[in-house]
Every structure is written in structure tokens, then in C-alpha cells.
T-cell receptor, first 114, second 113 residues
Framework: NAGVMQNPRHLVRRRGQEARLRCSPM?????VYWYRQLPEEGLKFMVY????????ESGMPKERFSAEFPKEGPSILRIQQVVRGDSAAYFC????????????FGPGTRLTVL | GESVGLHLPTLSVQEGDNSIINCAYS??????FIWYKQESGKGPQFIID?????DKRQGQRVTVLLNKTVKHLSLQIAATQPGDSAVYFC????????????FGTGTLLAVQP
């Protein structure tokens, strides 16, 4: 049973470009979470999605960031017009349902904005 | 506000000793807590969890203690090994409609051979 998959593992973008981060949850998991981690800091919640629905986006910046989890295919975190402050590691986690369920994390995508 | 913090940012121990990593949380409504281990360049790895109706839970070489009175969480690692060297995060789940985790800033555990 494959774990949470994220790609790309490393992404380099110039200021103003778009970044697309992909996350495939574990098999059988329908809940996806995105977190951002700045160097030497803890993970910060961004958004929680179920298939075709955004449940909680309280941690998402109001502009330039969007997320989706379509009926088919991976979850996508999209960052438009990237700035240097967007440089961070972005982690995706999945769980089978809500409640007190362990969230399984992927290896992360490390975004560097030049 | 919501916050989870750690008392010690860095902990250095000798191989074979026991390690204790502490964490304070501020949201008294949190009902589920998790410890994660993160090695360099990797995603967080689940270690152990505990629900708010418990005070203690044991795993293989690890024990988590929960003191709800003072909102304190600790992770004990027995017979610490070099492979335990990593950053350890506590996280709380405040429940409700969202399942989001609130992470602390992390403690770096350095195991000296």
C-alpha cells in the first residue's frame, strides 16, 4: 500500500510564475490536508479538502493560493504569481475520515522562488 | 489564541539514555494529541497519539503523558538510539468540523554516541 505521494519533490520558480503542487492520498483516503513549513518552524495548516469540496481553508492566504481535490486525480495546491516569501516546504497529509484519525504525511514539495 | 509550544528547542542526550521532550498547549478544547518525528528532508512520521480521556499511552520504546490540568504533553523515549535523532513535533487536533492539526515549533533531539 503506497503512502502519500507528492510531486514534484523539488520545484524552482522565478518570481511571478505559477507553482502547481500535486498530492495523491493513500489508497482509500478521501480527506486531504495541506500544510506549509518554513525553515526551522513547525507546520502550519493551510487547507482541508474532501473529494470535490473545500472543508476548511482558514489557513490559506486570501490571494494567489488555491486548492482543489477533484473527483478523479490528485489534489492540487496552486500558487499564482509566486514571491520569494512563498519559498517553503509544502506537505500534504491524508486520512480516511474526520475525527481522531492519524494523518499520514507525504515527503513534501520544496518550493524555491528565485 | 491557538498555539502549541515546546519548552526546549534542542535536546542533546547520550546513546542509551532516556529522552523527555515536553510540549505545552493552549487550547483546552483540544481532544486529541499526536507526536511526530521529522528527519531532515522528509515528511513528519507518526510516533504515538493520545486522546484527552487518557493520561498515558505506551508504544514501543515511547510513552506519551498528558496532563490536562496544566495543558502539558510529554514524549519519553527509552534507550535513545542514534536513529532517534530528528526534530520532534507535538500537534493538537481541536476537533469540530475541521480535522486540522496545530503544530508546535519542534524540538531537535541530538543523540551522542
Amino acid at each position: 500500500n503506497a503512502g502519500v505521494m507528492q510531486n514534484p519533490r523539488h520545484l524552482v520558480r522565478r518570481r511571478g510564475q505559477e507553482a502547481r503542487l500535486r498530492c495523491s492520498p493513500m489508497k482509500g483516503h478521501s480527506h486531504v490536508y495541506w500544510y506549509r513549513q518554513l525553515p526551522e518552524e513547525g507546520l502550519k495548516f493551510m487547507v482541508y479538502l474532501q473529494k470535490e469540496n473545500i472543508i476548511d481553508e482558514s489557513g490559506m492566504p486570501k490571494e494567489r493560493f488555491s486548492a482543489e481535490f477533484p473527483k478523479e486525480g490528485p489534489s492540487i495546491l496552486r500558487i499564482q504569481q509566486v514571491v520569494r516569501g512563498d519559498s517553503a516546504a509544502y506537505f500534504c497529509a491524508s486520512s480516511p475520515s474526520t475525527g481522531d484519525n492519524e494523518q499520514f504525511f507525504g515527503p513534501g514539495t520544496r518550493l524555491t522562488v528565485l | 489564541g491557538e498555539s502549541v509550544g515546546l519548552h526546549l528547542p534542542t535536546l542533546s542526550v547520550q546513546e542509551g539514555d532516556n529522552s523527555i521532550i515536553n510540549c505545552a498547549y493552549s487550547n483546552s478544547a483540544s481532544d486529541y494529541f499526536i507526536w511526530y518525528k521529522q528527519e531532515s528532508g522528509k515528511g513528519p512520521q507518526f510516533i504515538i497519539d493520545i486522546r484527552s480521556n487518557m493520561d498515558k499511552r505506551q508504544g514501543q520504546r515511547v510513552t506519551v503523558l498528558l496532563n490536562k490540568t496544566v495543558k502539558h504533553l510529554s514524549l519519553q523515549i527509552a534507550a535513545t538510539q542514534p536513529g532517534d535523532s530528528a526534530v520532534y513535533f507535538c500537534a493538537e487536533n481541536i476537533g469540530g468540523a475541521t480535522n486540522k492539526l496545530i503544530f508546535g515549533t519542534g524540538t531537535l533531539l541530538a543523540v551522542q554516541p
